[in-house]
Nanobody, 117 residues
Framework: QVQLVESGGGLVQAGGSLRLSCTASGSFFSHYVMGWYRQAPGKQRELVAEIRSGGSRNYADSVKGRFTISRDNAKNTVYLQMNSLKPEDIAVYYC???????????WGQGTQVTVSS
């Protein structure tokens, strides 16, 4: 069982930055594909970014060039650096973990990101 705890959300002005963190409990963190999803009001949950055990990354087109996902396996932590934030980035952001499945097996409780225009 893996437990994920996010932190770092909050309110920021458009053009500003936030860094989300997610710390995982349990063993074998380095084996997991870690990700960040988000859900905006009235919209479906969407994948923002993922990082694999080997370090390869993929991003949603809407955040490419602005967001960076990274991981520190020694700290069991994954990060999402969000720059040049826009009002359309407003959402609850969820940390996720999966091994070989195509969909996340574990979800954090979510952290709210609000961007004022």
């Amino acid at each position: 069982q893996v437990q994920l705890v996010e932190s770092g959300g909050g309110l920021v002005q458009a053009g500003g930055s936030l860094r989300l963190s997610c710390t995982a409990s349990g063993s074998f963190f380095s084996h997991y594909v870690m990700g960040w999803y988000r859900q905006a009001p009235g919209k479906q949950r969407e994948l923002v970014a993922e990082i694999r055990s080997g370090g390869s990354r993929n991003y949603a087109d809407s955040v490419k060039g602005r967001f960076t996902i990274s991981r520190d396996n020694a700290k069991n932590t994954v990060y999402l650096q969000m720059n040049s934030l826009k009002p359309e980035d407003i959402a609850v952001y969820y940390c996720t973990a999966r091994l070989t499945s195509t969909e996340p097996s574990y979800w954090g409780q979510g952290t709210q990101v609000t961007v004022s225009s």
